[in-house]
């Protein structure tokens, strides 16, 4: 049985990701959130909440993990945030093994990773595709987030990869910065590439000129 073909999907925050992924959904391309597993472990009866909470006491209650509390135990705190991801990490791989297995057969799927080149790494992925938009693009969104404000954008942006590092090191990348109509094309255009072969241009217009 051959295995499917497995995309690694990243981008920086306020890039469309999650649009992508949503895009990629719509064509019946499996995906798999971390983000969104995080959540669900971290829910009202989580595998996370017992030991998240005697690791870090009065983080959680019977509607799961605060995140706010929690983010403020473990901010800037080096010590404390790999003792977190020591916790989280393996459910949420065992939650990837899972998906995994329950879509042996399907020819394309992909990892939602926002933290791929941060955090995880490329092991286990055949290529990985970034979401990129140019830079006031990316700020006019993020900053139209509720409570979202330009020191906290900043911080952020500091611990995340340079966007023009994440499309250097990428083998696909997507334009969101262009009609949603584009993008979709885009996303289109990829999965035919890796699912029939089809001709896929090595960089969308106008990236290359994203600073």
């Given at each position: 049985m051959t295995k499917p073909f497995i995309l690694g999907l990243t981008g920086s925050i306020g890039m469309g990701k999650s649009e992508v992924a949503r895009m990629l959904g719509e064509l019946g391309v499996p995906v798999f959130d971390a983000d969104a597993a995080v959540h669900r472990l971290q829910g009202p009866g989580?595998?996370?909440?017992e030991p998240i909470e005697r690791a870090f006491p009065g983080t959680t209650s019977a509607t799961g993990v605060d995140r706010l509390k929690l983010g403020a135990a473990v901010f800037g705190n080096a010590e404390k945030l790999k003792l977190l991801e020591s916790i989280v990490h393996p459910e949420?791989?065992?939650?990837?093994?899972?998906?995994?297995?329950?879509?042996?057969?399907a020819p394309l799927i992909v990892f939602d990773?926002?933290?791929?080149?941060?955090k995880t790494g490329q092991h286990g992925?055949?290529?990985?595709?970034?979401?990129?938009?140019p830079g006031d693009v990316q700020r006019e969104r993020v900053l139209a987030r509720?409570?979202?404000?330009?020191?906290?954008?900043?911080?952020?942006?500091?611990l995340q990869v340079p966007d023009a590092e994440k499309r250097a090191r990428a083998d696909f990348v997507i334009d969101t910065g262009v009609p949603l109509d584009e993008t979709r094309a885009q996303v289109a255009a990829l999965v035919a590439h890796l699912r029939e072969n089809a001709p896929w241009p090595p960089l969308p217009a106008g990236l290359d000129k994203l600073t």
């Open positions: 989580g595998a996370l909440i949420v791989g065992a939650m990837r093994g899972a998906f995994l297995a329950e879509n042996a057969d990773i926002p933290l791929l080149f941060e992925l055949d290529a990985v595709a970034v979401v990129s938009a509720p409570g979202m404000t330009e020191e906290k954008f900043e911080k952020i942006l500091a």
